[in-house]
């Protein structure tokens, strides 16, 4: 008995852990949650962050459907957490949730669109200064990191794919990619306070690592200069020896 029980526990986590007892997504009322999304875009996926959440624009042509999803960190899928979903017909009238068909599974988000053109728009909780996000439509792409961001320094952020561009406008940077052929987009990004940090303490750690070798340098001369001072009281009493002549009896 005690073995089947354990067999079952061992049967669920790893279900749990494979994604087939994974959430059902997002509910009702959080899709139709309110938001406001800036709709004049030009890249066919416009992505801005916020800190602690990121809204998600994409551009549709002749589309009936989305499937949306997010990676755990044994690589499975699982519906992407999104809120807001919105929709922007051709003509500017923007509907919410209501008229979308929406399905759900273990994996996905299923999003039945209103019309086949238009503009998807969504928001995502963010966690930490870091986002990865599937590719959901092809061609270009454009991230708008938060204010005093930035991924100029390669050892604190991270940006792929690369044959991106970055440019700063209002205050803000705008990373583009004109046509993104990777199934995925990572952004991971610093304040511009840590650089200062990463700065004095890199800084900290040369002027220890001078200090370290200059007292380790001090102390090698300092060696150098004993073994010198015995070295030369050694040639002295040699050379006493040597001008002392033979012992006595043994005269030339």
């Known amino acids: ?116 053109t238009g503009k998807v728009a969504y928001s995502v909780e963010q966690n930490g200064k870091a986002v990865r996000t599937a590719t959901f439509v092809d061609g270009s792409y454009e991230v708008v990191l938060p204010p005093k961001t930035d991924v100029g320094v390669p050892i604190l952020s991270n940006v792929a794919p690369g044959g991106y561009e970055t440019e700063t406008i209002d205050g803000r940077v705008h990373i583009t990619w004109d046509d993104v052929d990777s199934d995925q987009l990572i952004v991971e990004y610093y304040l511009e306070r840590d650089l200062w940090l990463f700065g004095g303490l890199f800084a900290l750690l040369v002027i220890v690592g001078l200090g370290g070798g200059l007292y380790y340098w001090l102390q090698i001369r ?15 009493e040699d050379d006493d020896l040597g001008d002392r002549g033979p012992p006595p009896g043994m005269g030339r």
């Open 1 to 116: 008995m005690n073995r089947r029980l354990l067999a079952l526990l061992g049967l669920g986590v790893v279900l749990v852990l494979t994604g087939c007892l994974g959430g059902s997504g997002p509910s009702d009322a959080q899709l139709s949650e309110d938001a406001t999304y800036d709709w004049n875009t030009t890249a066919n996926g416009t992505i801005q962050l916020g800190g602690d959440s990121y809204t998600a624009v994409y551009e549709v042509a002749n589309t009936s459907a989305l499937n949306l999803y997010q990676r755990d960190m044994f690589n499975n899928r699982e519906p992407l957490p999104i809120r807001a979903l919105q929709f922007r017909y051709p003509n500017g009238t923007v509907a919410n949730a209501s008229a979308f068909d929406v399905s759900r599974n273990a994996e996905r988000i299923r999003l039945e669109l209103p019309d086949r």
């Open 222 to 236: 300092s060696l150098q200069n004993r073994r010198e001072e015995v070295g030369l009281d050694v040639e002295d």
